[in-house]
C-alpha cells in the first residue's frame, strides 16, 4: 500500500496510527504546510503545531477505533465515511459517524477535514 492510498484503506497506516494515538506517525501522512480541520474547531496549519492540536485532543480520550465505511476518490481528493469509537477517560464508550476529506499533493495529505459532531464525546450521557 502507498501512502497516497493509506487514509482510504480500511486498515491504512494513518487511521492506525491514530488509534495508537501516535501523532508523530499521523503528521507524516502530511505535507508539511498542510491544513487540518477537525470538526467545527479552527483550522490547524503546518504539522508541528497540527501534531500538538492532535496530541491536546489525545490527552481527553482514553482510546479510539475507526471503521471506514468507503472511500471515494476523484483526482487529487478523496472522501471517506466512517464510524469512530470513542473511549473516554471514564472508560465509558461512544460511537460517532463522520465524513472525511482530504485533498492530497503527491502522495502525502494537504488538507484534511473531518466533518462530526464531536459533542457527544464531551457530554454525560452515553
Do not use: W
Not at 32 to 51: K, L, S, T, Y
Not at 53 to 75: E, K, P
Amino acid at each position: 500500500m502507498t501512502r497516497q492510498y493509506a487514509a482510504g484503506d480500511p486498515t491504512g497506516g494513518m487511521f492506525v496510527a491514530i488509534d495508537r494515538k501516535d501523532s508523530t506517525a499521523f503528521v507524516g501522512y502530511l505535507t508539511e504546510d498542510a491544513v487540518f480541520r477537525f470538526g467545527a474547531a479552527p483550522a490547524v496549519h503546518g504539522r508541528e503545531a497540527i501534531r500538538a492540536a492532535v496530541d491536546d485532543f489525545f490527552s481527553t480520550i482514553a482510546a479510539s477505533s475507526h471503521s471506514i465505511l468507503r472511500c471515494i476518490r476523484s483526482g487529487a481528493t478523496q472522501l471517506c465515511e466512517g464510524e469512530v469509537t470513542y473511549t473516554r477517560l471514564d472508560g465509558t464508550t461512544v460511537t460517532l459517524p463522520f465524513a472525511d476529506v482530504f485533498d492530497y499533493e503527491n502522495e502525502l495529505i494537504a488538507e484534511y477535514r473531518i466533518y462530526i459532531d464531536i459533542a457527544p464525546l464531551y457530554s454525560d450521557q452515553v
